[in-house]
């Protein structure tokens, strides 16, 4: 259980495009998900909160209009990185909270590498 | 303080042998110190986690120390295998927000 999946695995789009990613939690509800972001031989950043039914909250540094965040429902958050640019080439990982099972407890997607040529 | 400082860096040891990564935070209001394991073009996957009110929990051959006072904790892997070779994260979150900070990451060889 409390698996937690992201599409597409990778994607390379051009510069100036937009691009969207999807992260679901298969097996469980989760009112809160969470988007990070990993550069290369680095460490997560959190990048926003998503919570289902109202708008994200951004981390400090983080370009709210860049980086759109839906959470529609209890199953499903979105981020559509906007005119994406080289800089926004990185690996973008969610993650869903089980309210049910815990409140701590964070499971991580598999991720989605970013390309930006 | 929202950092969580990790060390070492990069860590190598023999197989069958103790693995050890420490880390230390600031912020007093952190109340649940996950460990992440994480394999190369993965997202990375919870090994064991505790909340301040443990000094110790251990889960197989995974174990964390949690010294409160110091605030550090530490992940210790008995008997590492090669196949325990990865990246080792740990977080710091407080539970009513959920947001997780990580530390700088762990790159652990076990060699055979």
């Known amino acids: 259980g409390a698996v937690v999946s992201q599409h597409p695995s990778w994607v390379i789009c051009k510069s100036g495009t937009s691009v969207k990613i999807e992260c679901r939690s298969l097996?469980?509800?989760?009112?809160?998900m969470f988007w990070y972001r990993q550069f290369p031989k680095q460490s997560l950043m959190l990048m926003a909160t998503?919570?289902?039914?109202?708008?994200?909250?951004?981390e400090q540094g983080v370009e709210k209009d860049k980086f759109l965040i839906n959470h529609a429902s209890l199953t499903l958050s979105t981020l559509t990185v906007t005119s994406a640019h080289p800089e926004d080439s990185s690996f973008y990982i969610c993650?869903?909270?089980?309210?049910?099972?815990?409140?701590?407890?964070?499971?991580f997607g598999p991720g989605t590498r970013l390309t930006v040529l | 303080q929202q950092q969580v400082k990790q060390s070492p860096q990069s860590l190598i040891v023999q197989k069958g042998g103790i693995s050890i990564i420490n880390c230390a935070y600031e912020?007093?209001?952190?109340?649940?110190f996950p460990w992440y394991q994480q394999f190369p073009g993965k997202g990375p996957a919870l090994l064991i986690a505790?909340?301040?009110?443990?000094s110790e929990k251990k889960e197989g051959r995974f174990t964390i120390s949690f010294n409160k006072s110091a605030k550090q904790f530490s992940l210790h892997i008995m008997d590492s295998q090669p196949g325990d070779s990865a990246t080792y994260f740990c977080?710091?979150?407080?539970?009513?927000?959920?947001?997780?900070?990580f530390g700088q990451g762990t790159t652990l060889q076990v060699k055979p």
């Open positions: 977080a710091a979150s407080r539970s009513n927000t959920g947001k997780l900070i």
């Open positions: 505790i909340r301040p009110d443990v």
């Open positions: 998503s919570n289902e039914g109202s708008k994200a909250t951004y």
């Open positions: 097996d469980f509800q989760a009112t809160t």
């Open positions: 912020n007093t209001a952190f109340d649940y």
């Open positions: 993650s869903a909270r089980d309210w049910v099972l815990s409140t701590d407890t964070q499971y």
